[in-house]
């Protein structure tokens, strides 16, 4: 910049130099007076937020990770709470069926009521002809099991005892055992079908 | 800044000239960008489908979110059929072949399957074998537990849902029952409402895909859910109680009868609300598989009958309004009526009667009702029966329902006129035929009878239900009138032939029917009766309709078999719904002149 001020002075004419002198450039002086800013706390100040940044994050997600831990803990807890709420449930509604109802009512004597009177409060006059229960006035709760097929519904087998005689042979004896044995088996069979 | 790298001299003079090193440097960057570019194609244009699924497989899961299948629940709330979490558990041969006869001993202990059976399968050479289906979730996670517990693997648990029927044979007979699900768990239903209105219970299935790392979702990882629409409950109109107690009342009577089946059917005389409609013999939904597949339908709306003499309450009703008799009016009923193709006789001995009319529904004439329908014009009895919905399906929503026969045109002969007059030569379902009657009971408005609440969308997209029945009117309110004054006379003790159907303290009115019945098996009638009683209560101010019908009765006719049951029915609804008596005074109509 200095270099080019002697050669634009030369060209210019006179009247304008005042102008000129008015209007040439110096160079402002640097301030050294104030003191260069410290790079220190600047640079730590930095650190700091960026480190306060990444630990943010880092926690925020080890947090969101944790709450999906315990997400994942808590679902399988209500998955298996819904599942005992059910079981139990089923336990209720098996106990309240109106089989079972109506079956244990009787079975404690309750039977069922006869004609009812009704009581009109504005006249005080009983209306129906009232018939107390009686005993006996029950309802059939044996409702009759699924036809088996035969297979599964062996006809009873009846062995009629031979007449013994006096002194016979152990091996005659321990034949009827054994068809007692098979009797009783399948007697047994259908009970526990039924039972099922 | 860059000043004092420019006044270094070494590193400048070493390097290429400037152009060779930029001609170097675009070739290498061309051809690194020409690899991406190529891979860009073969990722994007060659296969992009599948590459998308792998990536989305790596580390992705996909759920179906299902859909609880609505549940059908009777007019209280009270469910008759609901879906609970279950599990299938499976097996992989492969890691269970080693212990097999220990774990197939546990499983048999804990999950009561078979051994011999499951021990198969756990040496099957296969990777996937059902150990047991449809076993509630806490009982399968438990036990798949436990076996982990015990050192056993490859035992595997998949959702399986359990549709439950908690009152096992209340009302099996409506609502069916679900099949073994199919390979995807979907439903399978095959019975009853359960299959009349499969799409409507059923819902629509969701999904879920998520990516999961180390068995957990992924917090902020790539999420889509399309959540899962539950399918609608269905509400009946059936009082689960009461129809329980009808259940009952009815097996009772079939076997006291030694009868072959029957039918009950408790009718809301005012809205056409079915609160019972019971079978017998029936099956139990919770077991289907142990009971005749002949038995997975009502009978009361696929099978049909001749209804015999109760039917005489419409003939004589549509006479009425007709203007064409009065319960008054006086027949001379000779003790034969000679007809064109065989002679008619009544169901007791006698000379020549002078019955009034409604002594000709008391005693239940068929000659005089026969001599009463000879006033018709012709056509006129088949355009009433048809108004009282004979002929045609109720539409209540059960499917295979029959429609009944009600003969038209040149079927329709004198001969066929005189029977169907008297109720035969005409088949019903028993609904229609209680929907029929009441009719009179409702002060000749029909109502459409209805079994769904509200309202509900068939799977072939009909709407049914109580906010669809309609109402016609089939006979003025004084013929209904009249009509309930004749029927009340049939409980008459001396005059009726039904005394064994009257309550006590209510004023009842009822027909009988003793029908000949034609049997499946030679297409014919081989002399056994369809013995029934249809009435309603109270007679001046009707709530329950109700019908019992007995096939093959061996110990009687209409009065004394399902008289009986009629009242016993008639009893415990007016009871149950708290329905004092009318106190007015019963009918007085005579019923000889």
Redesign the interface.
């Known amino acids: 910049m200095s270099s080019t001020a002697p050669q634009l002075r030369s060209r210019l004419p006179r009247l304008a130099e005042v102008a000129v002198q008015r209007a040439r450039l110096t160079v402002v002086p640097r301030p050294r007076t104030r003191p260069r800013a410290p790079r220190v706390p600047f640079v730590i100040f930095v650190s700091v937020i960026l480190l306060a940044g990444v630990l943010g994050l880092l926690m925020f997600?080890t947090s969101?990770?944790q709450?999906?831990?315990r997400?994942?803990a808590l679902e399988h807890q209500a998955?298996?709470l819904?599942?005992?709420e059910?079981?139990l449930?089923?336990d209720l509604?098996?106990r309240?069926?109106?089989?079972n109802i109506?079956d244990r009512a009787q079975k404690l004597g309750m039977v069922?009521?006869?004609?009812?009177?009704?009581l009109?409060l504005g006249t005080g006059?009983v209306?129906?002809?009232?018939?107390p229960a009686v005993p006996g006035n029950t309802?059939?709760?044996n409702?009759?099991g699924?036809?088996?097929p035969a297979a599964l519904n062996p006809p009873p087998v009846i062995v009629h005892e031979k007449p013994q005689k006096r002194g016979g042979d152990t091996g005659g004896r321990s034949d009827a055992g054994h068809r007692d044995r098979h009797q009783d088996r399948q007697h047994g069979a259908p009970d526990r079908d039924r039972q099922r | 800044m860059t000043g004092p790298s420019r006044t270094r001299p070494g590193p400048q003079a070493r390097r290429a000239s400037p152009e060779l090193r930029l001609k170097v440097g675009f070739v290498v960057i061309a051809m690194v960008l020409s690899v991406f570019a190529a891979r860009l194609v073969q990722l994007q244009g060659v296969d992009p489908g599948q590459y998308a699924a792998m990536a989305a497989a790596e580390g992705s899961v996909d759920v179906v979110l299902p859909a609880t299948r609505g549940s059908i629940l009777d007019r209280n709330g009270v469910p008759l059929a609901e879906s609970i979490d279950g599990k299938m558990v499976v097996a992989d041969p492969k890691l269970t072949a080693d212990k097999a006869p220990e774990l197939a001993k546990f499983l048999a202990k804990e999950l009561g399957v078979d051994y011999f059976q499951v021990l198969e399968r756990l040496r099957a050479d296969t990777r996937f074998e059902y150990i047991a289906r449809q076993v509630p979730a806490r009982l399968a996670t438990d036990v798949v537990d436990k076996a982990e517990r015990k050192g056993f693997v490859g035992l595997f648990l998949r959702r399986d849902p359990v549709r439950r029927y908690p009152q096992g044979r209340t009302a099996a007979n409506l609502i069916g029952f679900l099949g073994t699900p199919r390979k995807d768990g979907s439903a399978h239903a095959l019975a009853g409402l359960e299959d009349a209105f499969d799409k409507y219970l059923s819902g629509t299935d969701g999904e879920e895909r998520y990516e999961v790392g180390a068995g957990n979702q992924i917090p902020l990882g790539h999420n889509t859910i399309t959540p899962a629409v539950d399918g609608e409950d269905l509400r009946l109109t059936i009082d689960s109680t009461m129809q329980f107690y009808t259940q009952q009342v009815l097996q009772q009577t079939v076997e006291g009868a030694h009868a072959e089946s029957g039918i009950a059917v408790i009718m809301d005389s005012r809205t056409g609300d079915v609160l019972s409609l019971a079978d017998y013999p029936t099956y139990d939904a919770s077991d289907p598989q142990d009971w005749p597949k002949s038995r997975y339908k009502s009978s009361a709306l696929t099978d049909v009958y001749e209804p015999g003499s109760t039917e005489k309450v419409l003939t004589l009703s549509a006479l009425i309004d007709a203007g064409l008799a009065r319960p008054r009016q006086q027949y001379v009923v000779p003790p034969v009526l000679n007809r064109q193709d065989r002679p008619i006789h009544d169901h007791w001995v006698h000379g020549f009667e002078h019955l009034t009319l409604a002594g000709i529904l008391a005693k239940s004439s068929n000659i005089g009702t026969v001599l009463a329908a000879d006033n018709f014009p012709k056509g006129e009895l088949r355009r009433y029966l048809t108004s009282f919905g004979l002929g045609r399906t109720t539409g209540v929503g059960m499917l295979a329902e029959s429609r009944g026969i009600l003969p038209a045109g040149a079927a329709w002969t004198d001969q066929v006129d005189d029977r169907i007059a008297f109720g035969q030569s005409l088949s019903v379902n028993a609904l229609q035929m209680t929907a029929a009657v009441n009719t009179i009971a409702n002060d000749g408005v029909h109502i459409d009878p209805s079994l769904v609440e509200g309202h509900a969308t068939l799977d072939d997209g009909t709407e049914v239900g109580t906010d669809d029945a309609t109402e016609r009117r089939v006979v003025s309110t004084e013929a209904a009138r009249q009509t309930g004054l004749m029927m009340e006379r049939v409980l008459d003790p001396v005059d009726g032939v039904a005394p064994l159907a009257a309550v006590p303290g209510y004023r009842i009115a009822g027909k009988t029917g003793t029908a000949q019945r034609v049997v499946d098996s030679c297409g014919c009638y081989d002399g056994s009766h369809t013995a029934s009683f249809i009435g309603y209560g109270p007679t001046d101010d009707a709530r329950f309709t109700i019908y019992v019908v007995i096939h093959d009765s061996k110990t009687g006719g209409g009065g004394a078999v399902a008289g009986p049951a009629f009242a016993k029915l008639m009893s415990y609804a007016l009871r149950r719904y708290g329905v004092p008596p009318t106190g007015t005074k019963p009918s007085q109509l005579p019923v000889e002149w």
């Not at chain 1, 209306?127 to 018939?131: D, E, K, M, N, S």
């Open positions: 997600n969101m990770q709450a999906s831990f997400e994942t998955a298996d819904t599942a005992r059910e079981a449930n089923l509604q098996q309240r069926t109106f089989e109506a069922l009521p006869g004609a009812p009177g009704v009109t006059k209306l129906g002809t009232p018939v309802i059939n709760t409702t009759p699924p036809h088996k």
